[in-house]
């Protein structure tokens, strides 16, 4: 009511009326007799009534708008979940207990909870942990108009039992109030056999969608709403086989996490180079993630993208890292690389490319056991020349400190070392506590 009101006033304010008014009568006089100006002081007391005028007026409307929305965010009774305020977006109502399942609730209770209370509006709707109605039933069925007439911007659901992943059914109304507000969906630990997604197929402004430790999802359908997607994530599907349709059904990601999904080499290539030539998917994906898909080497294409700056292969199997293979766009800014736990042995020259001022990378828990100015000079350098948090992490890795393929670090740029954490000779020696006299003998 307030945005409204401040939308709608004119943009004649009371003290400015007041002198186009004054103006005005002001001309009428002139043309039909002489004018007799008030006394200096009256224009003075009146100027000043109107800035007092303002004044209250402006506190009067502050407080109105901080009392409207503190009211708006006040948590009703939703019990047998939960509530609380999530600042400055809204309430956050968080039905269940991920760890505890005695405390999971059922798609009734949540129900009833939303009937009961008043407020229109909720940020994220959490159901962390729901129960089927009866022991003798594994399906979890969301029905029509779960909401009652609410709006929500994220919903999660979560049908994870002891007994394993339930069945997952949504009523195609399901959410039907919330169509044009929801940005975020997400379901975990569902069997979604029976899960189309037409309950979102009317959205509008759908971005995000995530599907965790699930079984038996069908694929994405040619549905509208995927195409506008910027962001998905797919974490520990074993089963997904579905990698062939996001190049063509999701052509606007911009963030792309498949972790743990263990699609290996061969299926990781063709889903990077099918994004890569895509119309669009070469101008629009920034983040890409595959962490724990048995890679063995660095997928191809991922050099091709224009603007990625965030790559996560983290877990994996890669043993070398060739020369180009994680060459940038110099028109991005790189924010991270995760190349930790792998079994990276050899990184060739000129392997990393691009800015890597602000970025923070990560070939920890590797057997790396050289670290070569060709390699890692230029990235250092970059990152020195700027006040931030740009690193590199080595921590657990075998190097070998008795040659001269650390001088340069050790002895002639040791100011870079302060980019460089974590490095340890392999019998646990800092690098920062390595004497730059014991390579004097090394060329430069």
Not at 127 to 150: F, R
Not at 187 to 197: E, N
Not at 336 to 359: M, R, V
Request: glycine share 4%.
């Amino acid at each position: 009511m307030v945005t409204t009101f401040l939308q709608t006033t004119p943009l004649c304010v009371p003290w400015k009326c007041a002198v186009q008014e004054s103006h005005i009568n002001h001309g009428a006089v002139l043309g039909t007799q002489e004018l007799n100006p008030q006394p200096v002081e009256s224009s003075l007391l009146i100027v000043m009534l109107f800035i007092l005028f303002l004044v209250l007026t402006m506190d009067a409307l502050i407080i109105v708008r901080h009392y409207t929305f503190r009211d708006a965010f006040v948590c009703n009774d939703y019990s047998p979940c939960v509530c609380e305020i999530y600042e400055p977006y809204g309430l956050v109502v968080h039905c269940g207990d991920a760890v505890n399942a005695k405390l999971s609730v059922t798609v009734l209770d949540v129900r009833k909870a939303l009937n009961r209370t008043k407020v229109r509006h909720i940020y994220w709707l959490d159901l962390v942990s729901l129960s089927t109605e009866s022991q003798s039933s594994d399906i979890i069925n969301i029905p029509a108009d779960l909401l009652n007439g609410k709006s929500v911007d994220r919903i999660a659901i979560n049908c994870s039992s002891m007994a394993g992943p339930l069945r997952l059914e949504i009523h195609p109304d399901a959410f039907r109030s919330s169509l044009q507000h929801i940005g975020h969906f997400e379901v975990a630990g569902c069997d979604l056999s029976r899960l189309d997604f037409d309950f979102l197929a009317n959205s509008s402004r759908l971005m995000s969608l995530s599907i965790t430790r699930s079984i038996h999802f069908r694929g994405f359908p040619p549905m509208a709403f995927l195409a506008r997607l910027t962001s998905l994530r797919v974490y520990e599907c074993l089963d997904f086989q579905y990698w062939n349709q996001i190049a063509d059904r999701l052509p606007l990601l911009e963030s792309l996490f498949l972790d743990g999904t263990q699609l290996g080499d061969r299926s990781v290539n063709k889903l990077v180079n099918s994004i890569a030539s895509s119309p669009t998917g070469n101008e629009t994906l920034q983040q890409l993630s595959l962490w724990e898909n048995r890679l063995t080497r660095v997928p191809d294409g991922v050099s091709s993208f224009k603007k990625l700056s965030y790559v996560n292969f983290f877990g994996n199997a890669i043993r070398t890292i060739p020369r180009g293979s994680l060459a940038f766009s110099q028109d991005v800014r790189v924010t991270f690389l995760i190349l930790s736990k792998n079994e990276l042995t050899d990184i060739e020259p000129g392997a990393f490319q691009g800015d890597f001022s602000e970025a923070l990378v990560y070939l920890d828990f590797n057997r790396l056991t050289r670290f070569d100015s060709a390699v890692y000079e230029d990235m250092l350098q970059q990152m020195s020349y700027v006040t931030s948090t740009a690193g590199l992490y080595v921590h657990n890795n075998p190097f070998v400190c008795d040659d001269c393929h650390l001088s340069w670090l050790i002895r002639d740029k040791r100011y870079l070392l302060k980019r460089v954490h974590n490095g340890r000779c392999s019998n646990g020696t800092q690098f920062e506590n390595l004497n730059p006299r014991g390579y004097d003998h090394c060329l430069p």
